[in-house]
């Protein structure tokens, strides 16, 4: 879609919601503590509508008609603080986008931001696009259905040629690569087009927004009710995902560059907390009557620090820490518990005046990270990096309310809670964690250090899903005990996770689209969906609890500490205060005056007491000095006792922290005994139904051939029918056979003697020739012997009729008929003898 084109609908669907909101804005109920994105989205567009609205009111004085010019420069332009919410059109696409699908429970919100691709191999398909898969796409945001302008929430994933998913699935089917997408739902989903503002719009804002409420900070021009919690609110954002994912980017942004529209969360929250500090500086001035709420001021203090290799380090220490160790080592913080609160004792506590002071204290500490580049990104984050911001709601006799005072006295009488009076000091946290990667040092090919690095980080990641898995399955057991103080990470937001204000957690993953992470990828988003079931109930949490143990414990397991109004740290401040009171008691005790009290007056002394002795000046001057002596030996005693406190408290901590890693100890050691319990157990059922599977596909095995058999047992029957059949026809064909075999010989054997006949009358008649040959032959020298005689007789006689042939065949008439009538006869013979056409075939030679 033209960009252009989105922005003019952008600004049309603006214009229609502020009317709507407008209208719907009287009837909006206040401010709920639980973070429920989907509300506290619409209550901070809410809010939105109603500074433009008031934006409008206040133009009419020149201060603020000054502030709205500057919040129509461009963001790009502005050169001091970016002025935040000016397109507000994408508020109201991810208010009716974002979470739309999750129940009223659900507490952690997890939000999907995908990266550019940085390279042409590394592809993305876009909503807009087609929605039919090619091998060039592994990631594909699909359209929420009916409605193409709402925010998608939903995304399918293709395993490129690459990745491991392809090569397992690949066999499985081998044509159809769709047939292995997968699909994953979040509360919202920001493509490669989504701008900083608008993830900041999405994510971080609602939670500042919720924060700021709880502190009872006017929402402006528009009454919202403070918090009524007794507990100081919190809240928590984690950004995750593998190496080069852009997770620093989304937290931090490019704070080097001028372009501010670059800038990541960090340094817009700090922007927005002064934004909203002027605005109401600008909504004091020109209200008339106003609340001392309304006019109570906001400090905001940041700490930055890191965890890396399981060691906490301050990345801006204070100058007192900083000189403790002039060679500039750098030493870890200690992480403690307090009264059910977890303390990074000694982090550095940096009050921010200004917008720029703030970016440039996150510049310091971004560039003090432990970063390394490898072979996937140059400045790869080795720890994960915290961003503490305070926002401590300060006295309403100091500050901003002290000067509406002296400037318009009638604002004081006006309010409620009488003439500024002394409120308690409300403090808030934001914590804002950039997660190292999640990445496998495989990958990223790098040394053993690193290695070692990759290592905690995944175990810390690892143990944060742990935490997050056994809070969501508490949801619903209300047993398991969860292992935050397995890793630094999840220690150090115990309280902030199993307190109220554990609602106000959120999760941005980042991914990227390329295809060489698709793997991992694929991990981070399994992740993401789980992250995504988890309901944090802490009250749900503690009611099972109880009910199981009969006492009350929080999520951690810990004996439940009541909540107290202020909380009193075990350090040398605490210290400091019980030696004042004792110090006090001590000197109020051996005070001349409290001496002078306890002596009776000389009047009543001589009415009543016979043996009064009226104190003289030297007695007064030497009883005044034993009292003095005896104070200083008291403030002697006193500073030892002090000292011994100090040892003692220290020894106290010492036990403490040695008792708790007993504790810990124990607690591994009977989870790992648990542990191995479960797995024995797991094995158990394991081979049990193993041995059901074999035995029932032993069943089925046997049923399969049963009923193969009885086919075949149908089939042999079958056969041996058709052979019966086949041997009745056969015998009949061999009766009939046997009738023509026998014909035949009758017929054969006729032939036989007509054979054995006719060689005897051939033998007789070739006798008779031979005989006749013999005469023919002797006949014929006869002749020839005649016709010799006669040849010289018939020299003179030619009349010799009788010696021709013709005399010769009359005389030899009859041998010549013998031969013709043998010849035939032989023929005939012959004739008869020819051997006759087979009766059957080679294969019936047999049968006859
Ligand atoms: N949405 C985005 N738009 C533009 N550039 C981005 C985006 N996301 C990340 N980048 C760029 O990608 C590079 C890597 O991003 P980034 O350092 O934030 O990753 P990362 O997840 O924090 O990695 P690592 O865990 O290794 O620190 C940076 O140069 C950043 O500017």
Redesign the pocket.
């Known amino acids: 879609m033209n960009p252009e084109t989105s922005m003019l609908e952008d600004e049309a669907q603006l214009a229609n919601f502020v009317t709507e909101s407008r209208s719907s804005s009287e009837s909006s109920s206040g401010f709920n503590f639980s973070f429920n994105p989907r509300k506290n989205l619409k209550e901070s567009f809410d809010r939105e509508v109603a500074r433009l609205s008031n934006d409008h009111v206040v133009t009419q004085s020149g201060v603020a008609a000054s502030l709205t010019e500057e919040a129509c420069i461009p963001e790009e332009n502005s050169s001091n603080r970016p002025p935040l919410h000016r397109n507000h059109s994408s508020r109201r696409h991810f208010e009716q986008s974002c979470n739309m699908a999750s129940s009223e429970n659900k507490r952690v919100a997890v939000y999907l931001r995908i ?2 691709p ?1 390279s042409p191999n590394k592809t993305i398909n876009c909503a807009s696009m087609d929605t039919t898969n090619t091998n060039n796409n592994t990631i594909e945001i699909l359209d929420p259905p009916g409605e193409p302008r709402r925010f998608p929430t939903r995304i399918r994933t293709y395993p490129p040629n690459v990745s491991n998913s392809y090569r397992v699935n690949i066999n499985r089917h081998p044509k159809d690569a769709s047939a292995y997408a997968k699909e994953f739902s979040f509360d919202c989903i920001m493509g ?1 087009e989504t701008s900083q503002r608008k993830v900041y719009s999405a994510v971080a804002a609602p939670m500042l927004q919720d924060i700021l409420q709880s502190l009872g900070q006017p929402q402006h021009f528009r009454t919202v009710p403070p918090s009524t919690s007794s507990r100081n609110a919190s809240a928590l954002l984690f950004s995750y ?1 593998i ?7 989304t937290v931090l942004g ?1 704070l080097s560059s001028r372009n501010q529209s670059n800038w990541g969360i960090i340094p817009r929250a700090i922007s927005e907390v002064f934004d909203h500090q002027q605005q109401n500086l600008i909504a004091a001035s020109s209200s008339a009557r106003i609340s001392s709420h309304q006019t109570s001021q906001l400090e905001l203090y940041v700490s930055f620090f890191e965890i890396y290799n399981e060691q906490v380090y301050d990345l801006i220490p204070s100058e007192k820490s900083v000189s403790k160790y002039p060679l500039g080592d750098v030493h870890p913080l200690k992480v403690r518990e307090c009264r059910g609160e977890i303390l990074v004792s000694g982090l550095a506590r940096h009050k921010v005046e200004s917008t720029s002071q703030g970016i440039e204290l996150t510049k310091i500490a971004h560039n003090k990270r432990h970063t390394s580049s490898n072979n996937i ?1 140059t ?3 080795r720890s994960h990096f915290v961003c503490q911001m305070e926002l401590v709601q300060a006295s309403s006799v100091s500050g901003a309310a002290t000067v509406q005072e002296d400037e318009d006295a009638s604002m004081i009488t006006s309010t409620d809670d009488g003439v500024c009076l002394k409120s308690k000091e409300r403090t808030s946290t934001i914590w804002i964690v ?1 997660l ?2 999640s990445e496998r040092s495989k990958r990223t090919q790098v040394g053993t250090l690193r290695q070692k690095e990759s290592t905690q980080i995944n175990k810390s990641l690892m143990t944060l899903m742990r935490c997050l898995n056994a809070i969501k399955d508490n949801g619903r057991y209300g047993l398991n005990i969860v292992p935050f103080r397995e890793s630094k990470l999840t220690h150090i937001f115990m309280s902030h996770l199993t307190s109220e204000s554990a609602s106000r957690t959120a999760i941005v993953v ?1 991914v990227n689209p390329a295809k060489d992470d698709f793997d991992e990828t694929q991990h981070v988003l399994a992740f993401a969906t789980k992250a995504r079931l988890i309901e944090m109930d802490p009250e749900e949490y503690n009611r099972k609890r109880k009910q199981y143990f009969g006492e009350e414990y929080d999520a951690n397991g810990r004996k439940k500490v009541k909540p107290t109004t202020s909380v009193s740290y075990p350090t040398k401040r605490c210290a400091g205060k019980k030696k004042e009171t004792l110090f006090s008691r001590m000197a109020k005790k051996l005070s001349p005056k409290r001496v002078f009290q306890k002596i009776p007056h000389p009047e009543n002394a001589m009415a009543g007491e016979e043996d009064y002795i009226i104190p003289t000046s030297t007695t007064c001057r030497d009883e005044v000095e034993k009292l003095q002596a005896s104070l200083l030996e008291a403030r002697r005693r006193i500073e030892t006792l002090e000292f011994d406190f100090c040892q003692l408290q220290e020894e106290l901590e010492t036990k403490e922290d040695q008792i708790r890693s007993e504790v810990a100890l124990e607690m591994e050691q009977r989870l790992r005994e648990t542990r191995r319990k479960h797995q024995e157990k797991y094995h158990q059922l394991q081979v049990e139904m193993a041995r059901e599977a074999s035995k029932t596909s032993f069943t089925m095995k046997m049923d399969r051939a049963e009923s193969q058999l009885e086919e075949l047992m149908d089939k042999v029957e079958e056969c041996e029918k058709e052979m019966m059949r086949m041997n009745r026809d056969h015998q009949e064909e061999v009766h009939t056979l046997e009738g023509v075999i026998s014909d035949l010989k009758v017929k054969l054997n006729g032939a036989l003697s007509g054979k054995q006949k006719g060689d005897a009358r051939i033998e007789r008649l070739e006798k008779e020739l031979k005989q006749f040959k013999k005469m023919l032959h002797k006949r014929e020298k006869q002749t020839t012997l005649q016709k010799d005689c006669k040849g010289d007789e018939d020299m003179s006689d030619t009349d010799a009729p009788e010696n021709t042939a013709e005399n010769v065949a009359e005389d030899s008439t009859e041998p010549l008929t013998f031969t013709l009538s043998f010849k035939k006869k032989k023929t005939a013979h012959r004739k008869n003898l020819r051997p006759r056409k087979p009766l059957f075939n080679s294969s019936n030679s047999t049968v006859e």
């Open positions: 990266r550019p940085s490669p995902g190496t080069n994912a852009g997770k620093t980017y490019d990104n400045g790869s984050s950039d190292a990667g980042n």
